[in-house]
């Protein structure tokens, strides 16, 4: 099975480029009600995953006590405590579940390492449940 099937496009989900500031990336994820997003260069290409616990961690460590001076610190700025791997449109079913098994979602790149969209964890576990009740009914 081609992994693209499960593939949410990069227009249809949330993401931020490398160049936002901390308050932008918190806006984007607070409107999208996300805990979670991609982080994307100008140029299309996978940097890593920002969460919520990230942001936090990161407020709290440079002392902020205002949104409004979140606005001159780059996300860059903001350590990051793991990025979710990725995986490749090639990619076997294999490696992508490996991946969701570990991530709320699977970034997917092209051949180049642009970012191209997500597979989430729950799309895969829905789909594979559906395919066991049909069996299911299949075989009674």
């Known amino acids: ?8 496009p990069k227009g249809q989900i949330a993401y931020v480029y ?4 901390l308050r932008q990336a918190l806006e984007i994820m607070e409107y999208h009600k996300f805990s979670c997003v991609p982080i994307i260069q100008k140029d299309g290409k996978y940097v890593g995953t920002i969460t919520e616990g990230d942001l936090l961690w990161g407020i709290k460590k ?4 205002s949104l409004k001076n979140a606005e001159n610190i780059s996300i860059l700025k903001i350590e990051r ?23 709320n979602y699977v970034p997917v790149v092209d051949d180049e390492g642009s970012f191209i969209g997500i597979i989430t964890r729950r ?18």
């Open 1 to 8: 099975m081609n992994i693209l099937f499960f593939l949410k």
């Open 18 to 21: 490398d160049y936002h500031t």
């Open 62 to 65: 440079l002392g902020l006590e």
């Open 81 to 103: 405590r793991v990025d979710y791997q990725c995986v490749k449109a090639s990619s076997r079913m294999e490696d992508l579940i490996e991946k969701a098994m570990e991530q």
């Open 123 to 140: 799309d895969i576990i829905g789909y594979f449940y559906d395919k066991s009740k049909e069996e299911s009914v299949e075989n009674t």
